[in-house]
């Protein structure tokens, strides 16, 4: 999956190859129920259906990421995008995010994460609903799914826009959420592993694990 615009050889989209397809993993599971809210659940990588909804209305969710290059926060924008919301919030709590890679980092343009397998091509079984957001609303520091040319196949993989070429996406990725603590610092540390082309990071760059906040 990649993001669609500037600054790639890989030039058509910012998503994934692939997000349906993934054999990373510690246990399979669908997603009958929401996993518990303190993230205690067994580490879950691969399902059969979406996730049910698990956010309840009213409540701010934010998310702590700690990588290997220091923490962020993300305040998730459920009300611009309800699906994707729900959807980063099934997943980390599931662990699925945890220990895995960020697999293409471009200068000037995204980060992006959340493939286990840190090719591109992982995803969690199971594809969301596209939420395309108005033009013009990606701005340096949103939060969007990353997916295919295809329609509706946005799965686990996400990115961080850190540079005008990515805020000059078209509006085709859900925006979900936006950095509010740690840009300067710990997204920037982790672009400046960017490199130009397909992106592939001139150092490993790793979420250690993602925790969700309610307010």
Do not use: W
């Not at 309800?82 to 697999?103: K, M």
């Not at 992006?112 to 091509?121: A, E, I, L, R, Y």
């Not at 950095?179 to 710990?186: I, L, N, Q």
């Amino acid at each position: 999956m990649v993001a669609a615009g500037c600054g790639s050889d890989s030039s058509a989209d910012a998503g994934t190859d692939s997000t349906v397809e993934s054999t990373t993993g510690d246990v399979e599971a669908n997603p009958a129920d929401c996993p518990p809210a303190d993230g205690t659940g067994t580490q879950t990588r691969q399902f059969d259906a979406p996730p049910p909804v698990c956010l309840t209305p009213g409540v701010t969710y934010e998310a702590i990421v700690t990588t290997n290059k220091g923490e962020l926060t993300i305040v998730l924008d459920p009300d611009s995008a309800p699906i994707a919301a729900n959807n980063f919030v099934f997943l980390a709590r599931n662990g699925y995010y945890d220990d895995t890679p960020c697999h293409r980092i471009i200068p000037g343009f995204v980060v992006q994460c959340g493939d286990p397998t840190g090719t591109g091509t992982g995803g969690p079984g199971y594809t969301i609903v596209d939420e395309p957001p108005a033009p013009g609303q990606y701005q340096i520091g949103s939060i969007a799914m990353a997916k295919t040319i295809q329609p509706d196949s946005a799965g686990s993989q996400f990115f961080i826009i850190t540079g005008n070429d990515g805020a000059a996406l078209p509006p085709d990725y859900a925006l979900f959420g936006q950095v509010t603590d740690g840009f300067e610092s710990t997204v920037a540390a982790m672009a400046a592993a960017g490199t130009p082309g397909d992106g592939v990071p001139s150092e490993p760059i790793q979420i250690q694990s993602v925790r969700i906040v309610e307010t």
